[in-house]
């Protein structure tokens, strides 16, 4: 039973050791946000499914600018792929 | 996928979702080249740029998720100014790897598919290499490659996905408030590990009392015990300390005071037994009462912080930037570089950002966020101008008198500061109980010594029992209800569209009170828009198509009057000043006033002289209609009450307050305001100093509730006992307000109400109930029943029931 007098020093010092590190996390903003990352957590990691779009629909806005306008062509194509 | 399976026709009364926000199609928007349809340009613009990034994933897990709706204001803007070396300096910051990373505020955040679709961006964003939303505040940290993307390209495409990125301008108060929920989680951090291990050590200790259990064993467990609840008490148990000392220099009572004196006692007294080896030692139970009153007090500034930030932050949206002419050419420049004396270019529907004259330019502008009135101005050259009202018609050029701080609004912001600080202070319902509970409590212990004495059970026993009286009634049940409680109500108004910046909200709105409402913006509109069409309104088509080229504030709201397709108007002519002729199926028409009428050789009778001159006594603007050689229809256009203000004022009035109306604009129009809305008590012409110091002579007779939006309604905001800035509200109205409805509306305000209600009931409740717990336990101690530790079990069950009872509060709005 001695072996206590050694054991429960050092679950403090363990726990005393969570708490710095629990400390750090404050200090370096992790704990900042409480909102988003229980709903991150919800989210699957797939990659996103159609990667041909990908650069030329996000990039240059020159290149699209006919879009801007309401009644202007429309680009039937980009919708229907799926 | 929530796309419809749109008709080839569209029926008028069908109703056809948006593909995107699922609000109503516009008949006028339908378009029947596509199987999607959408209730305006941004939505299909965010719906396109979605589906082509193979996105779609969105409207699952919008649907999955439950997420509210909101339209999408998708734009392509290219944010040149987000490369501006300028720009970089004050907002980017950059890494030891050589990527940059800043913070940006995104406008039309709303929901947890908006989390998921903005930090999918850097999948389909080349050159983005992390993006990371919170959600609460709406601020997301962009880290990218300066090699292969540049920031505005990023801002590019979270502006086609209907977010407008917005910089955030840095904030002394907003960090202030992070520290300080930084400081609680630490500390809260440190309060629990302690409560859990004394928590263990304490078991073995209770159940060696039934075991026999070694006496060196017990000494060992006693002194660790001892250590980590002196650790506990002088670290995160410092606040109480603290909070009691400063009430007693300022000799009054706070809540702090009967805390810091039980957990004084209890640890004086543990340490004292644990050093002579018998006798309790309390600190299970006080470890454990830190760790609760923290997490109390924490919940409640955790949610009024999000409320102060997520409010403040919509100052983001405003533009912080400037037209000046240099040499003949316009320049955007930073709101900050204007001196007084440049010329600056204001466009139509921007705000005026100087205060100064017109150099150039005819046009109306809409000064009701500073001045409450209603109408529209007319302003030409050599005419003042002041910043924070908005250019409604043509493009302008002014030349600045005042920029920055030394404008009007400049001025106002900066003595709204002095200005809330002459308002009385708000002793809390918590604080104010404090003081007598001391009082008796100290009392009962001084009157428990005595009766145990006179009973005969020792100078030791008297002393345990008294102790434990002192410790079983720690207020830990009144400290917890009330900040638990608000922190429920804030959380739960927030999502129902009111943000509580203060505690002292609910308290204040639970007693029946005067209701201040100013009327521009807040009962009303504060739109031009037609109200009355009189006599023939087949018209109304073409009327509104006629004024659609022009952006004058009558036209305007004669435009969006109606809502069929717009047929076509040939022919059009303005007539400056006076109206607008132009044919449609072969017939001519004309909108106008009575002289263009008479110009133009048309008669107008005697019904529509009646309307108009009944028009112009409710100080109204009324519009005559001429199809042919006769005045068909009389329109007549000012601001509209809001749907819902008839219903919600009698909803407020029900719950007991009495509402009034208390006006910038003029005497006239307030009081037709007032009679549609059912107020007998209104008041126009008030300036905004006149606002402020009726507010401060009514807060003398009892509690005063100002609701407000304008610039002109800050001061009253400050001034009053509970300030709420409505919906679209100036930011310094925003800054000065405790609330900010962040729905348009009236609505919110009842919901603020009731809530305000169902918080101080539960209140009231929890104190009921702790009250009594702690009477039983003072008579048991009296009597010699309560043992220390019976005191140190029931205290935490009193505790546990009153924070239970405190979370749930709810209430009902009937609107929803």
């Known amino acids: 039973m001695n072996v206590l007098y050694l054991v429960i020093p050092l679950a403090l010092v363990i726990a005393a050791s969570a708490v710095a590190g629990f400390v750090w996390m404050v200090r370096s903003g992790q704990l900042d946000d409480l909102d988003s990352p229980p709903l991150r957590m919800l989210f699957d990691d797939t990659p996103v499914a159609s990667k041909n779009a990908s650069s030329k629909t996000i990039s240059s806005p020159s290149k699209r600018r006919d879009r801007s306008s309401p009644h202007g062509p429309r680009d039937e194509t980009n919708a229907r792929q799926r | 996928m929530t796309t419809l399976a749109a008709q080839p026709t569209a029926e008028i009364n069908q109703r056809i979702e948006c593909a995107h926000c699922g609000l109503d199609v516009p008949a006028a928007l339908f378009n029947d080249e596509r199987d999607e349809q959408f209730c305006c340009i941004g939505c299909e613009m965010a719906f396109d740029t979605i589906l082509a990034c193979g996105l779609d994933e969105y409207y699952a897990l919008r649907d999955k998720l439950g997420g509210e709706r909101q339209p999408a204001n998708a734009a392509e803007s290219r944010f040149t100014s987000f490369n501006d070396p300028e720009f970089a300096k004050r907002h980017v910051k950059g890494e030891p790897d050589g990527s940059l990373h800043a913070e940006v505020y995104l406008e039309g955040v709303h929901c947890a598919a908006c989390l998921w679709l903005v930090e999918k961006l850097p999948e389909v964003v080349p050159g983005l290499l992390a993006s990371q939303l919170d959600l609460g505040r709406r601020t997301a940290t962009l880290r990218w490659d300066p090699a292969h993307a540049r920031l505005s390209e990023v801002a590019h495409a979270l502006s086609k996905f209907g977010y407008t990125p917005h910089p955030i301008e840095p904030s002394e108060a907003r960090e202030a408030r992070r520290a300080e929920d930084r400081g609680f989680l630490i500390r809260i951090g440190i309060a629990a590990a302690c409560a859990g291990n004394v928590m263990l050590l304490a078991f073995a200790l209770y159940s060696g009392r039934f075991d026999a259990m070694d006496h060196a064993w017990q000494t060992f467990f006693r002194w660790l015990s001892a250590g980590i609840g002196v650790v506990s008490l002088a670290g995160p148990g410092r606040v109480f300390f603290r909070g009691a000392l400063g009430a007693l220099r300022a000799r009054t009572w706070h809540l702090d005071t009967p805390i810091a004196i039980a957990l004084l006692v ?246 029946p009170s005067r209701l201040v409402l100013d009327k521009t913006g807040t009962v009303t509109e504060g739109r031009f828009e037609v109200r009355d069409w009189i006599g023939d309104e087949s018209a109304r088509p073409a009327v509104a198509a006629l004024e659609r080229g022009s952006t004058h504030p009558v036209a305007r709201a004669l435009s969006r009057s109606s809502e069929t397709e717009p047929p076509i108007v040939d022919d059009i002519q303005h007539h400056l000043g006076l109206g607008v002729t132009g044919t449609h199926a072969r017939q001519r028409y004309a909108v106008g006033s009575a002289t263009f009428m008479q110009d133009l050789g048309i008669d107008t009778p005697a019904w529509a002289t009646d309307a108009e001159r009944h028009a112009s006594e409710r100080a109204m603007t009324p519009v005559l209609v001429a199809r042919g050689a006769e005045v068909i229809s009389v329109v007549t256009l000012g601001d509209r009450v809001r749907p819902e203000a008839v219903e919600s004022i009698q909803q407020l009035r029900a719950l007991g307050m009495r509402p ?156 929803e």
């Open chain 2, 660 to 815: 009034q109306l208390l006006s910038g604009d003029d005497q006239r129009v307030t009081a037709a305001i007032a009679a549609e809305i059912g107020l007998d008590t209104h008041e126009g012409r008030v300036d905004p100093e006149g606002k402020a110091s009726r507010v401060l002579e009514w807060n003398k007779g009892g509690p005063v509730v100002v609701v407000g939006d304008g610039v002109n309604d800050a001061a009253a905001l400050a001034s009053g006992t509970v300030g709420v800035a409505v919906h679209g509200g100036a930011e310094a109205s925003l800054a000065a307000a405790d609330v900010y409805l962040s729905k348009p509306g009236l609505r919110s305000l009842v919901s603020l109400v009731r809530a305000s209600r169902a918080t101080a009931a539960r209140v009231r409740l929890c104190l009921i109930v702790a009250a009594s717990y702690n009477a039983t336990a003072a008579a048991l101690a009296i009597v010699g029943w309560m043992s220390p530790v019976v005191a140190a079990i029931v205290m935490p069950i009193s505790s546990i029931t009153v924070v239970a009872m405190a979370l749930g509060v709810r209430w009902k709005d009937r609107a």
């Open chain 2, 266 to 511: 209890g640890g004086v007294a543990g340490l004292v037994n644990v050093v002579r080896g018998a006798g309790e030692i309390y600190f299970d139970s006080l470890t454990m009462l830190v760790f609760l009153l923290l997490i109390g007090r924490w919940l409640q500034a955790h949610q009024q912080a999000r409320a102060a930030d997520a409010v403040e932050l919509l100052f983001s949206v405003t533009p912080r930037s400037a037209t000046r002419i240099e040499s003949g050419q316009p320049r955007e420049i930073a709101i900050e570089s204007v001196q007084p004396g440049d010329l600056i270019e204001v466009a139509p529907q921007d705000c005026i950002p100087v205060d100064g004259r017109i150099e150039q330019g005819v046009t109306s502008v809409d000064e009701s966020i500073l001045t409450g009135e209603s109408c529209p101005i007319e302003r030409s050259i050599g005419d003042d101008v002041a910043a924070g009202s908005v250019n409604l018609g043509a493009l302008i050029r002014v030349r600045t008198s005042a920029a920055g701080r030394d404008t009007r609004v400049g001025r106002l912001m900066s003595s709204l500061a002095s200005l809330s600080g002459g308002r009385a202070p708000i002793v809390g319902q918590a604080d104010r109980l404090a003081g007598p509970f001391v009082m008796v409590v100290l009392a009962l212990a001084f009157v428990c010594m005595m009766v145990r004495l006179a009973s005969g059970a020792g100078l030791e026993a008297a002393i345990e029992s008294t102790i434990a009286l002192l410790i079983v009634c720690c207020p830990c049940a009144i400290a917890l209800a009330t900040p638990l409680a608000c922190a429920v109500a804030t959380g739960k108004l927030a999502s129902r569209g009111a943000l509580v910046k203060g505690g002292h909200v609910f308290e204040a709105l639970a007693r």
